[in-house]
């Protein structure tokens, strides 16, 4: 028995001990969560996307930025939020429209989750076996979009957080294949983007 619990509590320190890890959430965003609700007949540019994390160093903004400009760039066409996407050197037309997507959080967290280490000792791991939650998974990601016109005038904005928790234990998808926050960054994008654009008056 003694050594049976010996053994236990080597594994449950030996995971508690690796088991932390906060990291920043890049996506990959992936598909539209749903098609636009309407089209707009004006084109549309994604322009760079503003990154302003804190304790995310410049080289690895920038980074960020380039991946997230691109996704977002496939996104909103794949969306139909606009008759067409265009990219620079593209000019705007006249109607036509820039996309300033401003990401102010990033944030994904795995830690042990509180009853791990006790439930598993008490248990001699059964905890494990039937599934108790060995880490809880946070994320909070948050944004702001604005849409302005060639000349840089203000048309439409939206603002958004999406906050999220969940335990995840040794048979769930998360353990073995984890998303690292990109479904709520899908969240997240979707959300600016239909506020945003049911804002945005017909040209």
Not at 1 to 9: E, I, P, W, Y
Not at 10 to 16: D, F, H, K
Not at 41 to 48: E, G, Y
Not at 92 to 105: A, I, Y
Request: aromatic share 8%; hydrophobic share 40%.
């Amino acid at each position: 028995m003694l050594k049976n619990l010996f053994r236990a509590a080597t594994l449950i320190a030996a995971l508690s001990m690796t088991g932390c890890v906060s990291y920043t959430v890049t996506g990959p965003i992936g598909a539209p969560l749903h098609p636009a609700a309407v089209t707009s007949p004006r084109s549309a540019q994604v322009a760079d996307v503003t990154v302003s994390v804190a304790d995310v160093n410049d080289a690895n903004k920038t980074a960020i930025s380039r991946s997230l400009t691109a996704q977002l760039n496939q996104y909103v066409s794949t969306a139909g939020y606009f008759k067409q996407v265009t990219e620079y050197p593209v000019r705007l037309g006249e109607q036509d429209v820039s996309l300033k997507f401003n990401m102010t959080s990033l944030k994904g967290h795995r830690g042990i989750h509180p009853g791990y280490v006790p439930g598993a000792l008490l248990t001699l791991t059964v905890w494990i076996w039937v599934n108790g939650p060995i880490y809880v998974d946070t994320f909070d990601v948050a944004g702001d979009l604005v849409i302005v016109d060639r000349d840089g005038k203000e048309l439409a904005s939206a603002k958004h957080e999406v906050k999220f928790e969940r335990n995840v234990g040794l048979y769930g998808r998360e353990y073995w294949a984890p998303t690292m926050g990109a479904k709520q960054l899908n969240e997240l994008v979707a959300q600016l983007l239909d506020t945003a654009t049911a804002k945005l008056a017909k040209p």
